[in-house]
């Protein structure tokens, strides 16, 4: 049986004064749309960078399981030598695991071969509405779940879409979306003038920390993970590169952008899978950044078009035993 987790988003809006992001609450199986101030300074261009959003303009390649972003990117800057750490009294009760069959993105990449399809989405994340015209194969739709997330790469840009809904072969619509470069972006969005990279809480690219398993199948994984903790966990506010939130619990644990690591010295758990040895690896070495809520569970996401049951049920055991050694990162 495949396991799941069940995320939940609230959606933003930009302050026109200021830029910055209030929290505005959905509920479940209801949509909110972004709505996000049109301050006229949008020009098409990326938050990290100005190279436009041009479906099939990239001047490089980026090959599927190559390490998205910028090397200077904190995705891919490991924790630092003589970082300190800071305990977390995670409850006994508290759940870990790995979001795969819902609530986690597919990942597709755009060719010539596969039809256009126009993709209708609102004012979000400080694009104003528009339509993008993109190579879909007939397989591109949402997650299962209420997020309906998907993720679309097209030569050096990575689309992120919220509640993707595929209505024909030539048409979809999005509740939400972003885009970010993957050669020169860092994978986190911009304060101001306010632009997400992408559609998660903490406005950061859904492809930033996931599991991929192009990139899981090659070797270790070079990057920081991204992980979506338990509600009940999540403190009010941002930290870090986060430029928005979704935490409302003020006796939480943790808050959005905010990196967790397991320290160098703790020894890895016997009896891991493959696939739970790399990921207690890159917890040591590069660790996760918390970047949205779920309810009950605290999980990683992995790619959901990828990976096979087998693999998926033994990380889901694994994560109980080592997501729980995770500790607040601090700056040396």
Do not use: C
Not at 196 to 224: K, M, N, P, W, Y
Not at 248 to 255: A, C, W
Not at 287 to 314: C, H, K, M, P, W
């Amino acid at each position: 049986m495949r396991t799941s987790g069940a995320s939940t988003r609230r959606q933003l809006r930009a302050d026109a004064t200021g830029g910055t992001a209030r929290p505005v609450l959905r509920l479940r199986g209801a949509v909110w749309l972004l709505a996000l101030a049109a301050i006229g300074w949008f020009t098409g261009a990326l938050a990290e960078d100005a190279t436009p959003i041009v479906p099939g303009g990239a001047a490089k390649p980026f090959v599927l399981g190559d390490r998205p972003f910028t090397a200077t990117s904190s995705w891919n800057t490991p924790i630092a030598a003589n970082a300190r750490f800071a305990r977390i009294r995670w409850p006994s009760r508290a759940l870990f695991g790995v979001a795969w069959s819902s609530y986690s993105p597919a990942i597709h990449v755009t060719s010539a071969s596969d039809p256009v399809v126009a993709v209708d989405y609102p004012a979000s994340w400080g694009n104003p509405a528009g339509t993008l015209q993109l190579h879909l194969s007939a397989d591109v739709d949402g997650a299962p779940g209420t997020d309906g997330e998907v993720l679309v790469i097209d030569g050096e840009i990575v689309h992120n879409f919220w509640q993707f809904k595929r209505l024909s072969a030539v048409k979809a619509t999005s509740q939400s979306y972003a885009a970010t470069n993957l050669l020169t972006g860092d994978g986190w969005g911009r304060a101001a003038p306010f632009r997400g990279a992408g559609i998660v809480a903490a406005g950061a690219s859904q492809l930033a920390g996931l599991l991929v398993q192009a990139e899981t199948d090659r070797g270790e994984i070079e990057h920081a993970l991204q992980i979506a903790v338990d509600a009940a966990y999540a403190k009010p506010g941002r930290t870090g590169a986060a430029i928005s939130s979704d935490g409302g619990n003020r006796h939480g644990l943790v808050r959005e952008g905010q990196r967790l690591g397991i320290p160098a010295a703790v020894r890895m758990p016997r009896g891991l899978s493959p696939l739970g040895q790399k990921v207690f690896r890159t917890y040591q070495r590069y660790g996760v950044f918390v970047i949205d809520v779920a309810e009950g569970v605290t999980n990683l996401r992995a790619q959901s078009n990828a990976y096979d049951e087998a693999t998926i049920a033994a990380l889901q055991i694994d994560l109980g035993r080592i997501s729980r050694l995770l500790q607040r990162v601090k700056k040396p």
